[in-house]
T-cell receptor, first 117, second 112 residues
Framework: GAVVSQHPSWVICKSGTSVKIECRSLDFQATTMFWYRQFPKQSLMLMATSNEGSKATYEQGVEKDKFLINHASLTLSTLTVTSAHPEDSSFYIC?????????????FGAGSRLTVL | LAKTTQPISMDSYEGQEVNITCSHNNIATNDYITWYQQFPSQGPRFIIQGYKTKVTNEVASLFIPADRKSSTLSLPRVSLSDTAVYYCLVGDTNQAGTALIFGKGTTLSVSS
């Protein structure tokens, strides 16, 4: 089945620094990828839709200058948390749809846990 | 996008069948119903998807009545490893640019 890989799986950084998280579709091409964030004991919240070759679409309340998304190829989207602060500490999860499968299922990465000190 | 309502939590014992019902009264004609399982600190994992009637795979069954305003995920003979959060999502999965919006999910606790 379709596989979505995220890297790093966890990262610790100092406040004020920037962190990049990569999301790759390993065995299929994805023109669209989705980025979610999840706080402890809460559900996933959609942050943005990443479109290959064009600007990402951000959900209401998500700062586009804070969370930079780049979808430069059909298999890679990156999320950069700029000038990270402790309140940005969260679990970030990307997903993509393998349109080859009849079920058209959204496949999720394993997630990246960000801790900002 | 259709809103879903699920029980916040459920408890079960090993070997029992567990049925989790999800309400989606505003489901649209093109919407599919998809269930995901999530363990702590992991991404959601696809369980099953359906449009109407009954769908069964190696891990679960999905029952959808004719009006499609609800659906029931059935897990046969659960084990301790089935302890997880289960999400019911509704959306037009044939549209590549359509994300899935997560509700609160159901936390299933399986005891021995």
């Amino acid at each position: 089945g379709a596989v979505v890989s995220q890297h790093p799986s966890w990262v610790i950084c100092k406040s004020g620094t920037s962190v990049k998280i990569e999301c790759r579709s390993l065995d299929f091409q994805a023109t669209t990828m989705f980025w979610y964030r999840q706080f402890p004991k809460q559900s996933l919240m959609l942050m943005a839709t990443s479109n290959e070759g064009s600007k990402a679409t951000y959900e209401q309340g998500v700062e586009k200058d804070k969370f930079l998304i780049n979808h430069a190829s059909l298999t890679l989207s990156t999320l950069t948390v700029t000038s990270a602060h402790p309140e940005d500490s969260s679990f970030y999860i990307c997903s993509a749809r393998d349109s080859r499968s009849g079920a058209n299922v959204l496949t999720f990465g394993a997630g990246s846990r960000l801790t900002v000190l | 996008l259709a809103k879903t309502t699920q029980p916040i939590s459920m408890d079960s014992y090993e070997g029992q069948e567990v049925n989790i019902t999800c309400s989606h009264n505003n489901i649209a004609t093109n919407d599919y119903i998809t269930w995901y399982q999530q363990f702590p600190s992991q991404g959601p994992r696809f369980i099953i998807q359906g449009y109407k009637t009954k769908v069964t795979n190696e891990v679960a069954s999905l029952f959808i009545p004719a009006d499609r305003k609800s659906s029931t995920l059935s897990l046969p003979r659960v084990s301790l490893s089935d302890t997880a959060v289960y999400y019911c999502l509704v959306g037009d999965t044939n549209q590549a640019g359509t994300a899935l919006i997560f509700g609160k999910g159901t936390t299933l606790s399986v005891s021995s």
